[in-house]
């Protein structure tokens, strides 16, 4: 802690000196750069100052997140500039002069223009990329994907480069689901892919994707980031958008309701959102168990049907104050209830079969199981931003509150045919489980970022306090099927959990040889403490680690560039990770974690290359990722029953993957787009785990996917159609089948774009077919799993006074930061 403080007050004082530093070495030009589609600002454009009298290149730097560029310790001397930026036409400014009286020139708004001819009746807003490729991130645009009416960010995030849904929903970035969720640069209350399956498609501006984040940004996530930035216009007047659809599963019946609104007048915008969403997932198949004990084999043949559920809603309203010209307040707040629940009925035959005599028996028996989850949440959020005189010198305070309340219920009732019962003197029973818990979270966010030595410096403070109390109970029937039970005291399980964690980090980006840098280093403070509050035990962990990153560029010329990144992450384990207390998950399943637990370390490299030309692009990326520490999950049979199985966690060596994306996107006769990308790696994991046992894996995983677009500009009527295909996928025990999916969708707009009919259908041919097959040691298992029939939706979006969200002049999306890097 010592050590923290220290840090902290060093580069305190470096920056209290920068903001008294006004002085200015040379010459100074600063400006605003934004694009002529959409007016939107401009960030990572590639500014050059030259000398007019013989064009040899002095100085240069790039645009920031606002589009805003500053150059100084240039001569006092006749120049000019050139701005460019992948995908757009190079601007040549008008000779200016810099003089001793008159040692600074201001451009006051460069508007580049996109190298394609846009004609006519062309939609604008069909010209902007579905997908964008900058130094650090990749921006996913949902306004290019009609497919996603209705559905959530996970459906935003399908057949996009890096990431991969598997047909329940759940997302991982290059085969890993260790993914940290930040919404609009906060985290995010509900984490992974729940929380995004959370966010209704329609309420998204964009989602960044970030492989390989800066030092600006928290550690945790060895997968990575994945910022989804939500809608808020901020033009003058009152505007909005309401959407409403609806669908159809089967006979299942799926809605969502959305609701966006904005009043601005002069210096305060006012601004509002609701939504809800129910959507049903219905399944079948079947589930072949084998447990092969040493005289015998005990096998269960499963035919079940489930039906999922999801049901969600929000609210959030906040204002945006401009103080004065250089401050800005924002305060919002946010309060929701997300819940998904599902019902499985299944008939199984149980046969045990000796393998040393003809003691066999077998019976029937029916199973009925019921989970439900719900999160109720509140968010309370205050940003405060101060510019300074300087072009790009400001200071970013950010203050959030959250409170949060988690149930899970899961209800289990077994029946045996009524002769076995009368045979064998057994009788039906059932359980219920009940987990709560209550948490807050308060999070101190401090950003500072100055210009200065020709580049940019970026240094920030981050508190992360959170407290839980969760409890566990159990209970047995009385009479099965009846709602009368017994508590098991055995089982009782409240626990209390507080994390401290504190970072400091500090990042300077620049250009050397035309070559551009960001150099970051990020050093975080880790106290967690759980508590059993019944028997007094106690586990948790305490340290200090420190995260490095680098990220490179070199612009070849203006549509080829390279690239290359590193930077180190971590993993902690969750709380269910590291309590010993066994706890039932399913029928016949236990889970207990292991407080020895470690955290996980990743180094992640990544080297890429890109070229553009106007709206058609490639991108090639190829990545090496090894974890240290790995946390993974072992099962075995209990010691005292055969048909119970336990998982718990341990630490392993390691685990490495390394592999090669690819996207390309390509514009045919102005109203075809043609995208397509994949993914290709190899993974292997090693090692030996605390206990002593040794495992080793491997596997050969890929991925490919296809999005085809029409326009038909003369009635703006928009079709759509996708593919996407999964390979194999191993991992530790199991083994998942390839399997594809096939989607459409047709948009129409009407009253000049006012009001939009879309129609769409998911898993065209009953594709969604799911198999896994499972291995561990005496324990074998098969799943064959189908997501029934198509999903229908249909969809009808009104914006009112032609609402278009637009970032302001200075907003940078919270964490998303200033400073990038030169792209020389």
């Known amino acids: 802690m010592k050590k923290l403080i220290l840090v902290f007050t060093l580069l305190t004082i470096i920056a209290v000196g920068n903001i008294k530093s006004q002085d200015f070495e040379g010459g100074v030009i600063y400006g605003l750069v934004t694009e002529s589609l959409e007016g939107q600002f401009v960030e990572y454009a590639n500014i050059s100052v030259y000398l007019a009298k013989d064009s040899s290149l002095i100085n240069g730097t790039i645009s920031d997140a606002s589009g805003r560029f500053f150059v100084q310790k240039l001569p006092k001397d006749s120049l000019y500039i050139e701005v460019e930026f992948v995908g757009f036409k190079k601007y040549v400014s008008d000779i200016f002069v810099l003089t001793e009286q008159v040692p600074y020139?201001?451009?006051?708004?460069?508007?580049?223009?996109?190298?394609?001819?846009?004609?006519?009746?062309?939609?604008?807003?069909?010209?902007?990329?579905?997908?964008?490729?900058?130094?650090?991130?990749?921006?996913?645009?949902?306004?290019?994907?009609?497919?996603?009416?209705?559905?959530?960010?996970?459906?935003v995030l399908k057949n996009v480069p890096s990431v991969q849904t598997d047909i329940d929903g759940n997302v991982s970035i290059r085969g890993n689901s260790g993914f940290k969720l930040l919404i609009d640069g906060r985290q995010s209350i509900i984490e992974g892919s729940d929380g995004l399956?959370?966010?209704?498609?329609?309420?998204?501006?964009?989602?960044?994707?970030?492989?390989?984040?800066?030092?600006?940004?928290?550690?945790?996530?060895?997968?990575?980031?994945?910022?989804?930035?939500l809608k808020k216009e901020k033009r003058n007047g009152i505007n909005g958008m309401l959407s409403a659809n609806v669908g159809k599963v089967l006979d299942k019946f799926n809605t969502s309701e959305n609701l966006i609104f904005n009043i601005r007048k002069e210096n305060i915008n006012f601004f509002f959102g609701v939504n809800y969403r129910k959507h049903n997932h219905p399944g079948s198949g079947d589930l072949t168990q084998q447990t092969l004990l040493t005289d015998s084999l005990l096998q269960t043949n499963t035919d079940f049907t489930s039906?999922?559920?999801?049901?969600?809603?929000?609210?959030?309203?906040?204002?945006?104050?401009?103080?004065?010209?250089?401050?800005?307040?924002?305060?919002?707040?946010?309060?929701?209830?997300?819940?998904?629940?599902n019902v499985t009925t299944s008939a199984n035959v149980f046969d045990a079969m000796s393998t040393v005599n003809t003691n066999s028996y077998s019976y029937v028996y029916n199973q009925v199981s019921a989970m439900d989850f719900f999160n109720n949440y509140y968010k309370f959020n205050l940003d405060y931003t101060h510019k300074f005189k300087k072009e790009g010198h400001e200071l970013n305070l950010l203050g959030t509150y959250d409170l949060g309340q988690f149930e899970r219920y899961s209800d289990y009732l077994v029946t045996y045919e009524a002769d076995y019962i009368t045979t064998n003197g057994i009788s039906n029973f059932g359980n219920n489980a009940e987990e709560t818990d209550n948490n807050n979270r308060t999070q101190f966010e401090l950003n500072y970022v100055n210009p200065i030595f020709g580049g940019k410096l970026e240094a920030g403070y981050k508190l992360n306090l959170f407290n839980s109390s969760s409890q566990y109970d159990y209970y047995n029937l009385i009479a099965p099927g009846g709602e009368e039970?017994?508590?098991?005291?055995?089982?009782?399980?409240?626990?209390?959990?507080?994390?401290?964690?504190?970072?400091?980090?500090?990042?300077?980006?620049?250009?050397?040889?035309?070559?551009?840098?960001?150099?970051?280093?990020?050093?975080?403070?880790?106290?967690?403490?759980?508590?059993?509050?019944?028997?007094?035990?106690?586990?948790?962990?305490?340290?200090?680690?420190?995260?490095?990153?680098?990220?490179?560029?070199?612009?070849?010329?203006?549509?080829?560039?390279?690239?290359?990144?590193?930077?180190?992450?971590?993993?902690?384990?969750?709380?269910?990770?590291?309590?010993?207390?066994?706890?039932?998950?399913?029928?016949?399943?236990?889970?207990?974690?292991?407080?020895?637990?470690?955290?996980?370390?990743?180094?992640?490299?990544?080297?890429?290359?890109?070229?553009?030309?106007?709206?058609?692009?490639?991108?090639?990326?190829?990545?090496?990722?090894?974890?240290?520490?790995?946390?993974?999950?072992?099962?075995?049979?209990?010691?005292?029953?055969?048909?119970?199985?336990?998982?718990?966690?341990?630490?392993?060596?390691?685990?490495?993957?390394?592999?090669?994306?690819?996207?390309?996107?390509?514009?045919?006769?102005?109203?075809?787009?043609?995208?397509t990308g994949g993914s290709v790696y190899y993974y292997a994991l090693e090692g030996t785990t605390d206990s002593g046992t040794v495992l080793s894996k491997e596997s050969f995983n890929y991925n490919a996917w296809l999005n085809v677009s029409y326009t038909y500009h003369k009635t703006k009527t928009r079709l759509q159609v996708s593919g996407y295909f999964s390979g194999p996928r191993i991992e530790l025990y199991s083994t998942t089948k390839p399997f594809y999916t096939i989607s459409s969708a047709i948009k129409q707009d009407f009253f000049k774009n006012k009001l939009s009919l879309t129609f769409g259908c998911d898993n065209i041919i009953h594709s969604k077919y799911w198999v896994s097959e499972t291995v561990n040691g005496n324990l074998m298992s098969t799943t064959n799993y189908l997501i029934s029939g198509f999903r229908l939706n249909l969809g009808l979006t009104y914006k009112i006074n032609d609402y278009k969200p637009r970032r302001d002049k200075g907003e940078t999306d919270g964490q998303q930061g200033g400073g990038g890097m030169p792209m020389m």
């Not at 807003?125 to 994907?145: C, L, R, S």
């Not at 966010?199 to 550690?219: C, D, F, K, V």
């Not at 990153?549 to 590193?566: L, P």
Request: avoid cysteine; hydrophobic fraction near 35%.
């Open 105 to 155: 020139f201001g451009f006051e708004n460069i508007v580049i223009e996109p190298d394609v001819n846009v004609l006519g009746e062309v939609n604008v807003e069909a010209e902007v990329k579905h997908v964008e490729y900058q130094i650090d991130k990749k921006i996913i645009n949902p306004t290019k994907d009609i497919l996603a009416a209705g559905g959530t960010a996970v459906d």
């Open 307 to 341: 039906i999922w559920q999801s049901e969600n809603y929000s609210v959030r309203l906040g204002t945006d104050i401009t103080i004065t010209e250089n401050d800005l307040l924002t305060v919002s707040a946010s309060l929701g209830k997300w819940g998904h629940g």
């Open 197 to 229: 399956k959370s966010i209704p498609a329609e309420n998204i501006e964009r989602i960044e994707i970030i492989t390989n984040p800066s030092a600006r940004y928290e550690a945790d996530g060895v997968a990575g980031i994945i910022n989804v930035i």
């Open 485 to 675: 039970r017994l508590i098991d005291s055995t089982r009782l399980n409240p626990l209390d959990a507080y994390e401290n964690i504190q970072s400091l980090y500090s990042t300077f980006s620049g250009d050397v040889l035309k070559i551009g840098y960001k150099l970051g280093l990020r050093m975080e403070y880790t106290d967690r403490l759980y508590t059993k509050t019944l028997s007094g035990g106690e586990f948790g962990n305490e340290d200090l680690s420190f995260f490095p990153t680098v990220h490179i560029s070199k612009s070849i010329n203006q549509s080829n560039q390279i690239f290359g990144s590193y930077s180190r992450r971590i993993t902690r384990p969750h709380p269910w990770h590291l309590d010993p207390q066994t706890t039932i998950v399913g029928l016949n399943m236990i889970r207990m974690g292991n407080p020895e637990l470690k955290p996980e370390f990743t180094d992640s490299y990544e080297l890429g290359y890109s070229v553009f030309k106007g709206m058609n692009y490639l991108s090639l990326e190829a990545f090496y990722r090894k974890t240290n520490n790995k946390i993974s999950q072992l099962s075995y049979l209990s010691d005292t029953s055969y048909t119970v199985s336990v998982t718990t966690f341990d630490n392993i060596d390691m685990d490495y993957s390394t592999g090669l994306e690819a996207m390309i996107n390509v514009k045919i006769l102005k109203a075809i787009t043609f995208a």
